[in-house]
């Protein structure tokens, strides 16, 4: 009673002075720059809880505490924040309208603006988007993925493929200057952190195809990423459980010289350790990066962009236990591991360039480059394994329980492969406008010294047999030396290659207005053309990109792009599967035909812009190749032909108020049919299909071609979603939604042929989820002191990858049996984790 008397006598005296306090108003309208009324902006009270917002006619109106001094916020994404102090007696309702400007660069849904600044038929990215964006990757690479005609099914990768192309298909530039990635990468949780910095971004432009003859000799796309030029001291951080970043720029009070400098530290050993493969993982990745630049008049500034990158992978495994099959036929693959593997890759970049501008239309840009990358790949790994049938009866006690035993083997892998590669260039490019024509060329030398050490091997015992077996007939001697009593590896690559070489390319455009300073008809047109004197081989490649813009209706666009894409080889594709190198290769070929079409467009009062692609590519000279998680290798001929043809879709826009969310579809097919490849079937004397041996001599046999195959990365639908929303009334709390879904893709047992490699893996579903609270933002910056002056803002963010526990499967392990028959095992990706970051900018 005493308790239940004071409760009481609590809630009278709160209520009391609750309903003792005046109050006051502010009421009023809020507006944009141009005048029009914006709903859903949020008012509140500095370090107090509670707010409210404006309705759909922009009107607001906020109680106050009379006789008391508030600072009003008014703040909404996409707009600078506004503040005010008042102070009023009780009664007493004050009106007061804000006009907000924008703070970023909006979709303007009734001019499209096309410039040197952005290339006809890029994307333009916000590389703001990277630092909340939730998956284990991160950085601009992750954005990538999301766009149009783009695919990958490896979230620990960087790496990605573009309309059927493969990774090494796709260009890089950072300030115009060409990056290169290492060599010897097999997977994804070796690979470590990719050259961009999406701290240090501050443009990103993307093409997946029909790309200007500025840029350079790949078949697939183009990521153009500028960097910024810093104005004043910034800086960010941030350290999540993955890893850590830091970031430094300024412009120094001589108002000529800047400098912007990134570090990052990465440590995949918490996700790793939730995968199949039991272990003790020791990866570390660092690197440093800075771009320095220095004025020395209006007419020449003088640059260095340099990288230096430590990736370390080391990994001793313990066991693996994979459970897989269907609900009729479930397996279970056990493996007990002994040995370990280390693995590093040093990779250095350093550019000097300079920009010189001897008359306001015209500029040329100097540019020196080198790259090195010092790789090691070194492993002695043994596994015992055991491959047993589980029981599938839900009836019964022991489901889930091996019932029989399949086979046991061993298998041990052997590497000592050592790359150190290295690439100067030299280059000169030019840009000169005149009247509607803006026209550019450029020539750039290249020299390569690749010295590659390949020795590694791999040995199967399945039950005391070393496999390949050749079935043993009771009573018969098999002669020593004969290919029977042979000991056999599964694999065996030994090679010592050294090859130096040089490159000499170049480029002529010009960007044609014409129909004159109206932009609606632009025409860029030229040619490339690249010598190497390895092969010989002189190339010509004519480009071309027709640009309209209807004079009624300035919200649409329409563009047609076609030319010649030859991709030189590099040293990946001259090396067969046995190490060899073959230096008569020649060049790819992709003949690209892209029809696009862009449209601006208001639903729910918002802008959005749909963007469409139809796109063929005929393929000639092809080089086939098998991919095995991100491992690419090459047959080393040119001896194959094929076709990629699809659709891309992508919708981005204000799905909610303030903040951009887009959605893009791609459906494509890529197929190849490799020359004068064939397949014989051998039968017995009773037409039966048999293997040939020493006990089955075949009595007839018959030939048939197999024509076009998929190729590796034909993947038919691919599916990205990028979401975002905030709590109502409160932007200050986010939510980041990540969805992609991408069919099966091809795969077949290594070291059968090509034709065999149809079946497909399951599809890659994936859905990771961020939510981030802002817990400082700029516009408190005036009521803060000491330290926290500083912070311009800070995010805390909470993250879940693979929400929905997929287990998604990257590649598969082949054990073999007696018979060398191949049971493919999945190997499966990251599972379901938690992952915490923090980031502050200041």
Request: glycine fraction near 8%; proline fraction near 5%.
């Amino acid at each position: 009673m005493k308790l239940k008397t004071l409760l009481l006598l609590f809630f009278i005296g709160f209520f009391a002075i609750g309903f003792s306090q005046e109050y006051a108003s502010v009421f009023g309208k809020i507006y944009d720059d141009k005048g029009k009324a914006i709903d859903l902006v949020n008012i509140a009270i500095w370090g107090e809880a509670g707010g409210t917002s404006s309705d759909k006619d922009g009107n607001y109106e906020l109680q106050v505490l009379a006789n008391k001094e508030h600072r009003i916020i008014v703040s909404f994404i996409g707009y600078k924040s506004q503040s005010i102090t008042i102070h009023l007696n009780p009664g007493i309702r004050r009106n007061i309208n804000f006009t907000l400007k924008t703070s970023s660069t909006e979709l303007d849904p009734f001019v499209i603006r096309e410039n040197v600044k952005t290339p006809l038929g890029f994307t333009k990215i916000n590389p703001k988007e990277a630092s909340l964006f939730p998956t284990p990757s991160g950085g601009v690479e992750a954005l990538i993925k999301t766009q149009m005609g783009v695919s990958s099914n490896n979230e620990l990768s960087s790496q990605y493929n573009v309309r059927g192309g493969n990774y090494d298909e796709n260009l890089i530039y950072v300030n115009g200057i060409e990056i290169y990635r290492p060599f010897l990468i097999r997977a994804g949780q070796q690979e470590g952190l990719s050259f961009l910095n999406s701290d240090l971004v501050n443009n990103i432009h993307f093409s997946a195809g029909g790309f200007a003859p500025q840029y350079g000799d790949k078949m697939s796309s183009v990521l153009d990423i500028e960097y910024k030029k810093p104005q004043k001291l910034a800086g960010s951080a941030s350290a999540s459980l993955l890893g850590g970043t830091l970031h430094v720029e300024d412009l120094l009070p001589n108002k000529k010289t800047s400098y912007l400098v990134g570090v990052r530290y990465k440590s995949n050993s918490y996700i790793l350790k939730s995968m199949e493969t039991k272990g003790d993982y020791r990866p570390s990745f660092a690197d440093a990066q800075t771009l320095i630049s220095h004025k020395i008049n209006d007419k020449l500034d003088l640059n260095f962009l340099g990288h230096y990158s430590s990736n370390t992978f080391k990994l001793v495994p313990q066991t693996r236990e994979t459970s897989f099959g269907t609900i009729q036929q479930a397996l279970k693959l056990k493996i007990f591991f002994d040995g370990q593997e280390i693995d590093k890759f040093q990779t250095i970049t350093s550019a000097f360039y300079a920009n010189w501008r001897p008359k306001p239309n015209t500029a040329y840009k100097f540019i020196a480059s080198y790259f090195n990358s010092f790789e090691t790949e070194t492993y002695d790994i043994q596994g015992q394994y055991w491959l047993d049938d589980l029981e599938t009866d839900f009836g019964k006690d022991d489901f889930g329980d091996a019932t029989f035993n399949r086979g046991i083997g061993t298998f041990l892998e052997h590497a000592r492969n050592q790359l150190n590669a290295n690439v100067l260039n030299i280059e000169v490019k030019n840009e000169t406008k005149k009247g509607n024509h803006a026209l550019s060329w450029g020539l750039k030398y290249q020299f390569e010294h690749i010295d590659d050490r390949l020795k590694e091997w791999r040995m199967n015992d399945s039950a005391g047999y070393i496999t390949p077996h050749y079935s043993d007939i009771p009573g018969t001697i098999i002669p020593i030396g004969s290919e029977e009593r042979t000991l056999n590896m599964t694999s065996v690559y030994v090679s010592d290659n050294i090859l130096s070489s040089s490159r000499v390319s170049g480029y002529v455009q010009d960007q044609w207005k014409i129909d004159g300073d109206s932009n609606r008809i632009l025409l860029v047109y030229g040619a490339r053309f690249s010598y190497w004197d390895v092969n010989n081989q002189f190339l010509f490649s004519p480009r071309a990109t027709l640009f309209y813009r209807p004079s009624r209706n300035k919200t649409q666009s329409y563009r047609i792009s076609t030319g010649v894409y030859q991709q030189p080889p590099f040293y990946r594709e001259l090396r067969n599967m046995q190490g060899d190198l073959n230096t008569n290769i020649k060049s790819q070929t992709s003949i690209h035909f892209v029809l696009g079409y862009d449209a601006f467009f208001k639903a729910w009062d918002r802008p959005f812009k749909f963007t469409s692609e139809i796109y063929y590519k005929h393929l000639l000279n092809l080089i086939p190749y098998e991919i095995d998680n991100v491992r690419i290798r090459y047959f080393a001929e040119n001896n194959a032909k094929g076709y990629a043809s699809g659709i891309d879709m992508k919708i981005i826009g204000e799905f909610v108020p303030g903040i951009d969310s887009w959605l893009s579809i791609s459906l494509m097919q890529t197929k190849e049919d490799i020359l004068n490849d064939f397949k014989q079937t051998f039968y017995d004397s009773q037409g039966n299909i048999i293997r040939p041996s020493i006990s089955s001599i075949p009595a007839d046999s018959s030939i048939s071609y197999p024509g076009y195959i998929p190729r590796p990365t034909d993947q038919r639908l691919n599916v990205n979603l990028f979401f975002q929303d905030y709590i109502p009334n409160n932007p200050m709390f986010k939510m980041h939604l990540n969805l992609a879904f991408g069919t099966g893709l091809p795969f077949g047992a290594p070291g059968k042929p090509k034709y065999t490699h149809t079946y497909r893996m399951p599809p890659y579903r994936r859905v990771d989820i961020g939510f981030s609270a802002q817990l400082l933002s700029e516009a408190g910056i005036s009521e803060r002191k000491g330290f926290w002056k500083n912070i311009k803002s800070s995010w805390l963010s909470l993250e879940v990858f693979n929400l929905l526990q997929i287990s998604n499967t990257v590649s598969y392990i082949w054990i073999t049996d007696i018979y060398n028959n191949r049971l493919p095992i999945p190997n499966y990706l990251t599972p379901r984790q938690i992952n915490a970051k923090l980031i502050v900018e200041f």
